[in-house]
């Protein structure tokens, strides 16, 4: 059962950026497209935005542009570069395949904006 591991998230004021960082077990990465969710108190978990085994990219459509999604498949990560943060991004935030494995949630990374 693979699990992934996610990192990098904290306190930033709106306007800021963070970048947060997914990492799961070696040779797993590369068979999989993969996708960033995200859950907010009170919400459904919804995608972020998602990454196929070539790089192609795909984002929620309310992001317009402010997040980038990338991975590496030699390190076995996936990146999720967020900018121009607002109060309304604040969740937390999971990896996974796309579509997801429900098996296969980790613990996340909270994002908290905030002035």
């Known amino acids: 059962q693979v699990q992934f591991v996610e990192s990098g998230g904290g306190l930033v004021q709106p306007g800021g950026s963070l970048r947060l960082s997914c990492s799961a077990p070696?040779?797993?990465?590369?068979?999989?497209?993969l996708g960033w969710y995200r859950q907010a108190p009170g919400k459904q978990r919804e995608l972020v935005a998602r990454i196929g085994r070539g790089g192609s990219a795909g984002y929620a459509a309310s992001l317009k542009g402010r997040f980038t999604i990338s991975r590496d498949n030699a390190k076995n990560r996936v990146d999720l570069q967020m900018t121009s943060l607002k109060p309304e991004d604040t969740a937390r935030y999971y990896c996974?395949?796309?579509?997801?494995?429900?098996?296969?949630w980790g613990q996340g990374t909270q994002v908290t904006v905030s002035s």
């Open positions: 996974n395949r796309f579509p997801f494995d429900n098996n296969a």
């Open positions: 070696i040779n797993f990465f590369s068979i999989y497209d």
